[in-house]
């Protein structure tokens, strides 16, 4: 550790040493020895200061013998004394230099010596003070590992703890559970019995339910039986009072006023209003005709009557319809006439209007009219025949207002059935048709 630098320490203390002693002459020597640096400062001594060596005087040969030899003694002297002066004062700088030498050399080992101690004991502290605290650390790791170890125990124990209360809970648990599923399943038992039961009953009261709908069902429909059979009897309970009222009046009427009537206009002039039957006197006819059926209910003038009535003077048509719903709609026709039995009764009808469908329903005018055994329609077919009745039948046309009449019950289409096709298509099913003729200026 001392080598280096404590010597270059060592060699500028030598220098600080010998500043202060010789600062008044100075002549200064530095001496290089290796890495350090010797400073010498010597005193200068002016009156020692040798001559210069001079040349060797050349050889005199006129300078006689006995002179030269004193002087250069005294000088040979001289300098034997300086030389030895020097040698003496070297020797004496030499000593003190090294006496010097060796007191700082002592110094600096006895400075190196105490800083060393120093240190050592400034390490030998530091390195108590490290194993204390080693020691602290260890105690205190140690303590840190007990209570590690402790609580890791403790842990244990808890955990030991609770699976020995969770075993309990669920045991427990286990125990309520099947205790309240046979307490349930019991329950339930009962339950589905009494479902069971109510089921039974509800099938029982729903069986019941259905024989009453079926019984409710059968009775509406004979009551519905019943309505009919009872409107048909009013029905014709009031016919036959019509026809007794008929009967009263005929004889009276034909007392009164002997058939002078040309139409039922001609019998509204002469001031009757009410509604009813009445006995008209055709041109050119002397015999009594009744036409077909019942005057008061189903009844057909005949062609012939027809004929005769409107080719008297210009009528006007009038053809009403009811359904069944009583709902009421007509077709006028400002022009009508059928012509005679020769030109087979054809149809003239023409200036229609009304609200029983948008055009007319009868064949247009000219059309012959076709019964069962005069079969004037323009079809292969025989209308008259699937028709079952006699009308102005064209490929069989869209109208035959002398069908059959059926009762609502029948759904299906017929053929024979009533018909006014713009009103209400091939089936009308229609309560109640009339033809109806006035005078057209009416
Ligand atoms: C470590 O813990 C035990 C108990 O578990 C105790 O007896 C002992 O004194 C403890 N040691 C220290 C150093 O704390
Ligand atoms: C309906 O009337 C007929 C007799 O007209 C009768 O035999 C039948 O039992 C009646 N039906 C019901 C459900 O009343
Ligand atoms: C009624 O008879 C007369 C003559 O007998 C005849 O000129 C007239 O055309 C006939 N009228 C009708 C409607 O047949
Ligand atoms: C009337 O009908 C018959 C057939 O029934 C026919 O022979 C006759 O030519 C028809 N008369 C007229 C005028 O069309
Ligand atoms: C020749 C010379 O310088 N001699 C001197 C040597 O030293 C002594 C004492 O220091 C002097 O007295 C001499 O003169």
Partial sequence: MIPRRALVLLACHLVSLLGPVMATERQRHRVQHGPCSFTFVLPEVDHCRLPSPDPPPPPEQDVPPQDKPSWQERKLENLKSATENNTLWLQKLESYIQENVRTGMEEKRNAVHTQTEAMLLM????????????????????????????????LLEYSLFTSRLEKHILHFLEQRFSALESHYG?????????????????DRQSHLVSQLQGEVDGSTANSTLLQRQQALLTNSVQQLLALVTHCNEIPTAAQEEPASFRDCADVLRSGVKDSGMHSIRLPNSTQMVKGFGDPSGEH???????????????????????????????????????????????????????????????THSGTPFSTKDRDNDRCTCQCAQIASGGWWFEACGPSNL???YYPASFTTVRYNGIKWYYWKGPTLMATMTTMMVRPANL
């Fill in 300 to 362: 057909w003038l005949g062609n012939d009557i027809i004929h005769q009535l409107t080719s008297s003077q210009d009528y006007s048509l009038q053809v009403q319809l009811r359904d069944r719903e009583g709902n009421e709609v007509h077709s006028h026709y400002d022009h009508f006439h059928v012509d005679a039995e020769d030109a087979n009764y054809s149809l003239h009808a023409d200036g229609f209007s009304g609200t029983a469908g948008r055009t007319s329903s009868l």
């Fill in 186 to 202: 019991r329950e339930l038992q009962g339950l589905q019995k009494e479902k069971r039961q109510l089921q039974e009953l509800l």
């Fill in 402 to 404: 002398n069908g059959m």
């Fill in 123 to 154: 390490g030998t502290n530091l390195l108590s003070q490290s194993a204390e605290q080693t020691r602290k650390l260890t105690d205190v790791e140690t303590q840190v590992l007990n209570q590690t170890s402790r609580l890791e125990i403790q």
